[in-house]
């Protein structure tokens, strides 16, 4: 037999897949391209969450020092900050709840069709307003009441890609951002006995030594009160441009110490933390 002869013999017998194979297959293939593109999007969902995350969690310590420590020079918010809005309430004993709200702006950002309010031009006032306590006493000698403060504060994140930031003023990139709200809340701190503040309850009794260490213990309640404060960041997100909210949060929260003083920088009070001046509370 021929070279030739013997390799057509070899040739004609070797196998291949048959199209019912080649089907079989394609079908496979194509169950797993569909699983595959099926779980993308979960996935791409899932990091798209983690960054986000990611960026809350780095803005939140930028603005937990600013407040806890007093901060007044930290003007680059006024590129991040666009607008801080306060919903007030006074409570009193004379009458019903009467709301308010405060609006302020920063000039030139998201300020569309807003005619009112203050503009927010610097970081002093950004700060003064994100550490409003939650409640301040305005009580008199003739009346009794408070004011109920809730600050909201609107911001595109400052952590996350470089294009979306300072100095960038292309409007729909800056709609476009990534952007969340802000609700500082500080209230006094308030845990301690409950019976620290009854002292009154032992005049009564006739032990005066019993009544003299429950009035000691509501000296230090109330000294305790007036220098530390308990603090509670909330963020929600995504922020849309029209102003709406997302379901995401997430709340940190702290203690901040040292004397909260009042001024009065923008026709309205603003607040800032002392961190390390203390001062005694105000006794009858």
Not at 254 to 264: D, E, M, P, S, Y
Request: glycine share 8%.
């Amino acid at each position: 037999m021929s070279y030739k002869s013997y390799m057509r013999g070899r040739v004609g017998r070797v196998a291949a897949f048959t199209m019912i194979e080649i089907a079989i297959s394609l079908a496979v293939i194509g169950f797993a391209l569909v699983a595959i593109i099926g779980i993308l999007p979960q996935g791409m969902s899932v990091q798209k969450e983690n960054r986000q995350e990611t960026i809350i969690n780095q803005d939140m310590y930028m603005f937990l020092d600013a407040i806890r420590n007093g901060g007044k020079g930290f003007d680059d918010l006024t590129n991040y900050v666009v607008a801080v809005t306060n919903y007030w309430t006074i409570y009193s004993d004379s009458g019903p709840p009467v709301p308010h709200v405060d609006a302020h702006i920063y000039a030139g950002a998201w300020s569309d069709g807003v005619s009112t309010g203050s503009w927010i031009t610097n970081g002093l006032r950004i700060v003064g307003l994100l550490s409003t306590p939650r409640y301040v006493d305005k009580s008199g000698p003739k009346s009794i009441f408070f004011r109920s403060n809730y600050i909201v504060a609107y911001v595109r994140s400052m952590s996350g890609q470089a294009g979306e930031k300072f100095p960038q003023t292309n409007s729909s990139l800056q709609e476009l951002a990534f952007g969340y709200r802000l609700m500082p809340e500080l209230a006094p701190y308030s845990y301690y006995e409950p019976d620290w503040t009854n002292y009154g309850a032992y005049v009564s009794s006739g032990n005066t030594n019993d009544w003299i260490s429950r009035s000691n213990y509501w000296r230090v309640a109330s000294t305790t009160q007036t220098n530390l404060c308990d603090f509670r960041l909330t963020f929600r997100w995504p922020l849309f441009p029209n102003g709406k909210v997302g379901n995401e949060r997430q709340i940190f929260r702290t203690v901040a110490g040292g004397r909260l003083l009042q001024t009065n920088n923008i026709g309205m009070p603003v607040y800032f933390f002392e961190p390390r001046t203390y001062v005694r509370a105000k006794l009858p």
